[in-house]
């Protein structure tokens, strides 16, 4: 059956929603999205994500004219109408309708937004990924620099950076590409966080390095901590990349994933290593007893 969606405030079914051919979004990439995922029936993080979104509206000047109770309350709705067990939820949003680029036409009519939930499955890497690891290049496209949009709004427009960087890496058949930010300093990959682990010290770039603040960085941050790890955020080169003895991704639809080679360097062993081992396990733990069902 056609999964419904919620289209500003109105559940339909998939294909009959249908996007203005002059969304702003669409045209010129002026919005924000935030993504989730369902375990067992519960949404991870609802909250967090939905606050990160509400934050990323607020940067970028889009009113919304909802609470954020409102839109979990849409979220978790959708979730059991569409009995989403184990899947994925997309929220996008865009400045809404109207053709020309000055947003001041947007304030003075009013211009409501276009908030758009959807739910899905999701693609995920084979679970052996999580076993050998993947390999990753070190892409020529920058994250975006602060000086014209900041990464830690997760606006769409920015993602043509994270498009252009997934093409270089897929070009070379990598499963992931590594991003720099403009002063050459790791930033993060095309759509996670990293996190390298040298002599039991698990570091990841701050905020300032470019980065999209995950949600499953700050999870997989808690988890390290109240394990006693010790865990900084440290401004990375490549070379602390090349000598960690460990690497790992973050993500809400990889979670904690090992890499195992950069650059055609091989990180530590060449496997995942016992601190991303227990983290992985810790992490899917997590998902398993936490969850939203109802707000
Ligand atoms: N960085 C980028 C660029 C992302 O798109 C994402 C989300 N896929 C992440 C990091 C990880 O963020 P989160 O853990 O909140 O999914």
């Known amino acids: 059956m056609d999964p419904w969606v919620n289209f500003n405030g109105e559940v339909i079914p998939s294909e009959k929603a249908h996007v203005h051919i002059y ?6 990439g002026d919005g924000a999205f935030d993504t989730c995922r369902v375990y067992g029936g519960r949404v991870f993080k609802l909250r967090e994500h939905i606050d990160r979104l509400f934050r990323s509206a607020h940067a970028l000047f889009i009113p919304l004219p909802y609470t954020q109770q409102e839109v979990e309350h849409a979220v978790l709705d959708l979730v059991k109408r569409n009995s989403v067990q184990d899947g994925y939820i997309r929220i996008t949003l865009t400045r809404g309708v109207g053709l020309g680029l000055d947003p001041k036409q947007f304030q003075d009519d009013n211009v409501p937004p276009t908030l758009v939930i959807s739910t899905d499955e999701l693609a995920l890497y084979p679970e052996e990924a999580y076993e050998t690891g993947l390999e990753m290049v070190t892409v020529s496209t920058r994250v975006t620099s602060p000086e014209s949009l900041d990464t830690r709004i997760k606006s769409l ?8 960087a ?37 570091v990841t770039p701050p905020p300032a390095a470019g980065i999209l603040e995950g949600i499953t960085r700050a999870t997989v941050m808690h988890l390290a901590k109240t394990r006693e790890y010790q865990m ?18 973050t993500g809400t639809a990889a979670e904690v994933i090992p890499v ?18 227990d983290l992985i396990q810790a992490f899917r733990e997590l998902t398993r007893t936490e969850g939203v069902v109802e707000c």
């Open 166 to 202: 997934k093409l270089e890496a897929n070009r070379v058949g990598a499963g992931e590409g590594l991003m720099l930010n403009t002063q050459g300093y790791v930033s993060e990959a095309t759509g996670d966080n990293i996190f390298l682990v040298r002599e039991g010290r698990i």
């Open 23 to 28: 969304d702003h979004g669409f045209l010129y």
């Open 260 to 277: 195992v080679r950069v650059d055609g360097r091989t990180i530590g062993d060449g496997k995942s290593g016992p601190v991303t081992k």
């Open 157 to 164: 427009g920015h993602y043509l950076a994270n498009i252009q």
């Open 232 to 249: 900084d955020e440290v401004m990375l080169t490549l070379v602390d990349v090349y000598w960690a003895d460990e690497c790992f991704l």
